[in-house]
């Protein structure tokens, strides 16, 4: 079954550290771009991170460069998310989703495949 | 950034009825990249619509989209029992931006 099944996150407070994890199942995993995708409580959709299948591109969005670093694993079809200094605004379910049909060297796409997401809350 | 604005915030709209969304960009979309996305409480979102027009795997075809450069829409053509849920727009064209969603209810 073609899959992305989402571990990690929790209850950590302001300042804090949370690794995000995503198991592919299914697909060549190493062919495709991985990203997240965050969602805040009662909101709508933001694009966090991307990295290319190799691993050699990642792109952040603007508001977590810096504190969150997204890796990959080929040989274990798994993709990370290390979330450093994390803020109440960071506070959201995080999605691991495949990219399909990129364009561009940054991958601009549409996402087919969601992982069941996870939740991070940041609070004291 | 490409901002999308969702119209309208919530569709009160009865089963059988037809339901038209729609999704402005602050600037044109190229190529029509652009997508929709339906999610149901407490579950992941699930694409419908790429590339403005074509339906994703396993969508059935009461779902359609329409558009380009600044103006989307999705249809529903005769609304199920299971369509009742909130629905994202998507641009791909220029970064990646998301509307805030249309939530479709039943009336």
């Known amino acids: 079954e073609v899959q992305l099944v989402q571990s990690g996150g929790g209850l950590v407070q302001p300042g804090g550290s949370l690794r995000l994890s995503c198991a592919a199942s299914?697909?060549?995993?190493?062919?495709?771009?991985m990203t997240w995708v965050r969602q805040a409580p009662g909101k709508g959709l933001e694009w966090v991170a991307n990295?290319?299948?190799?691993?050699?591109?990642?792109y952040y969005l603007d508001s977590v460069k810096g504190r969150f670093t997204i890796s990959r694993d080929n040989a274990k079809n798994s993709l990370s998310l290390q979330m450093n200094s994390l803020t109440v605004e960071d506070t959201a379910m995080y999605y691991c989703?495949?990219?399909?049909?990129?364009?561009?060297?940054?991958?601009?796409?549409?996402?087919?495949?969601w992982g069941q997401g996870t939740l991070v809350t940041v609070s004291s | 950034e490409i901002v999308l604005t969702q119209s309208p915030g919530t569709l009160s709209l009865s089963p059988g009825e037809r339901a038209t969304l729609s999704c402005r960009a602050s600037?044109?979309?190229?190529?029509?990249?652009f997508a929709w996305y339906q999610q149901k409480p407490g579950q992941a979102p699930r694409l419908l619509i790429y590339?403005?027009?074509s339906r994703a795997t396993g969508i059935p075809d009461r779902f359609s989209g329409s558009g380009s450069g600044t103006d989307f829409t999705l249809t529903i053509s005769r609304l199920e029992p299971e369509d009742f849920a909130v629905y994202y727009c998507?641009?791909?064209?220029?970064?990646?931006?998301f509307g805030q969603g249309t939530k479709v209810e039943i009336k």
């Open positions: 600037q044109s979309v190229s190529s029509g990249y």
């Open positions: 989703v495949r990219d399909q049909g990129c364009r561009g060297p940054n991958c601009f796409s549409y996402y087919q495949l």
């Open positions: 998507h641009q791909y064209s220029y970064l990646r931006t």
């Open positions: 590339d403005a027009s």
């Open positions: 990295i290319k299948p190799d691993g050699s591109a990642k």
């Open positions: 299914g697909f060549s995993f190493g062919d495709y771009w």
